[in-house]
């Protein structure tokens, strides 16, 4: 766990105890979709805020606050975003005060939004004792004050009619009712912010553009990366409304087997199905049928719950472990670009599959054949196909005229013998 997140999760355990402390953290860092592991950060633009950003002639002593967030605070307050969404303008021009005492000079809420899951704030402050709190890290969070017209009482406190009144900057020894409020400096125009973002964003972590979380192996749908059950579920939901009846299994990237390893595809299938079922039987009622389908380049998506519907495996379990196999990811291009035999697949599924087969190539640092060869093989059998077609019309032509002559010949021999 990263330091950033260690300091919040004693920070819970001291205010609730070990046990409940650490339930409301993880409650926490599951409903924001955070990774405890990365250091803490939201990636906000403050995009609401661009318009002022650019009015202002430099970023100098101008901040970015997260002032709150639609959680459960530590002093058993629910917040919800719809009050937050409401109240959240009414914080502009609210007095600012340091550890909630006096309000402070010189320090001023330019402006605020609700965007993207969290209160935000533009705060000047031209106190050079503030700022220089700021700066050296002394003032890290902030906490709001405010008023509300009515609340439910319930596991906590759940405020209706919420109306800001003020904002207080927090010094680093006093704990903020929400401990993932932070303030961060501007550093000049809307240019800065967006370079800091960009920057944020290429360092962060990749995560799962369907459920948030951190990737370990993925998937890929068009520019979006994905948890390979995650794919497997966005296309299991679009072949029922779009009625899909064949498939290509999305490209992903799954840890390899050793290079060398043998490939039989007979018994990589049998140790696939017990893997992919519950209890370790292999037995069909048991199948996992999103994590069977893993190991496989193409399934029929309207028959899903088949054996037979699965075709060109490449994946086995080695060592306990669902691993891709090189012998297997050539069998199965082989097969697809037409090699002993080939593999009876719709031929717009095909560039997909041989994306697919192509991303592990790419794994094993392997060069895939072009898909071309098999679009000119595919030519081939067609011009073939189409040289046997007629050639077999010229020859019923040949016999049709031959039939005709014998007739003729015949009708002539009757005509003879009548008249004799």
């Not at 105890?17 to 924001?32: I, Q, S, T, Y």
């Not at 069909?284 to 389908?293: A, G, L, M, N, P």
Request: aromatic share 10%.
């Amino acid at each position: 766990m990263h330091p950033d997140y260690q300091k919040i999760l004693k920070a819970f355990i001291s205010r609730y105890g070990e046990k409940e402390g650490e339930r409301l953290f993880w409650a926490w860092v599951n409903k924001l979709g955070l990774n405890p592991e990365r250091p803490y950060g939201r990636r906000e633009a403050f995009r609401w805020a661009e318009p002022r950003l650019q009015a202002l002639e430099n970023g100098e002593g101008v901040y970015r606050v997260e002032a709150l967030f639609p959680v459960e605070s530590m002093n058993r307050v629910i917040y919800t975003e719809e009050e937050l969404v409401r109240a959240a303008r009414t914080l502009i021009g609210r007095p600012v005060s340091l550890n909630h005492e006096k309000p402070l000079e010189g320090v001023e809420i330019l402006d605020a939004e609700y965007e993207d899951g969290a209160v935000e704030c533009l705060l000047r402050v031209e106190n050079p004792e503030i700022k220089n709190m700021i700066d050296q890290g002394e003032i890290l969070h902030v906490s709001i004050e405010a008023e509300y017209r009515e609340a439910e009482v319930l596991d906590g406190l759940k405020p209706k009619g919420l109306v800001f009144t003020g904002l207080a900057l927090l010094t680093r020894d006093t704990l903020p009712g929400v401990p993932l409020t932070r303030i961060t400096p501007l550093e000049g125009l809307m240019e800065t912010v967006e370079k800091e973002v960009n920057e944020g964003l290429e360092e962060q972590q990749r995560t799962c553009y369907l459920c948030g979380r951190p990737l370990s192996d993925r998937a890929t749908i068009g520019e979006y990366e994905l948890h390979p059950q995650c794919a497997a579920r966005f296309w299991e939901l679009a072949s029922k409304i779009f009625h899909f009846t064949e498939a290509a299994v999305a490209s992903h990237e799954t840890p390899k087997a050793p290079e060398e390893y043998q490939w039989d595809a007979d018994s990589a299938e049998q140790r696939i199905r017990k893997w992919a079922s519950s209890d370790g039987s292999g037995e069909k009622d048991k199948i996992d049928w999103q994590k069977y389908r893993q190991a496989y380049a193409w399934y029929n998506a309207e028959d899903p719950e088949n054996f037979g519907s699965y075709k060109l495996p490449h994946h086995d379990i080695v060592d306990g472990e669902f691993r891709v196999v090189w012998r297997g990811v050539a069998a199965a291009m082989g097969a697809l670009l037409g090699a002993r035999g080939g593999v009876d697949i719709p031929a717009a599924d095909r560039r997909g599959v041989y994306s697919h087969l192509a991303r592990h190539y790419a794994q094993f640092s392997r060069e895939p054949p072009s898909f071309e060869s098999y679009l000119e093989h595919d030519n081939q059998e067609l011009r073939k196909t189409v040289e046997d077609q007629k050639n077999t019309i010229q020859k019923l032509a040949d016999e049709k005229r031959e039939l005709e002559e014998r007739l003729k010949r015949a009708k002539r021999f009757s005509r003879i013998i009548v008249h004799i």
